[in-house]
């Protein structure tokens, strides 16, 4: 039963036509892991290096009340770093599951083909150019 609903989702996807084969969304897939690994290992170094100086620059200062306020700026100045990556995460992520749902290399808004040398440059990407000039006009 399940090999009939497969072999019919199967057949579905084929039906929307040109969609990416399984051997090259998977080298895509590869990329994206490694992404995301390496994005992850550079906010813990930024997390680490940041607060890391907070607390040096609080040692030189006498003790007082004001640590604290320092200390929560450092923390603001790690959050608002993280916040760029986070978002980068996300559409990682975002693009995991798309690779999982068989629609990966299309575009989010409009759902046109988003050309390959677009994604190996970055395989991540979830837009054409066009809808993406849009959305970043959007959200500027
Ligand atoms: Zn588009």
């Given at each position: ?11 579905s ?76 995460l ?5 693009s ?45």
């Open positions: 039963m399940r090999g009939a609903q497969a072999e019919r989702n199967m057949a996807v084929d039906f929307t036509g040109g969609l990416m084969d399984a051997v090259t969304a998977q080298k895509y897939k590869h990329r994206l892991v490694l992404e995301r690994q390496a994005l992850l290992a550079q906010m813990d170094a930024q997390h680490g290096g940041r607060i890391g100086r907070v607390e040096v620059a609080s040692e030189s200062l006498d003790k007082s009340e004001d640590d604290n306020a320092q200390i929560q700026t450092g923390r603001d100045v790690a959050f608002a770093i993280n916040e760029h990556e986070t978002a980068a996300n559409a990682i992520a975002a995991l599951q798309r690779i999982k749902e068989g629609v990966y290399g299309l575009c989010l808004t409009c759902g046109t083909h988003i050309p390959i040398p677009r994604l190996d440059a970055a395989p991540h990407t979830q837009r054409c150019v066009a809808c993406q000039t849009r959305f970043e006009q959007q959200t500027a």
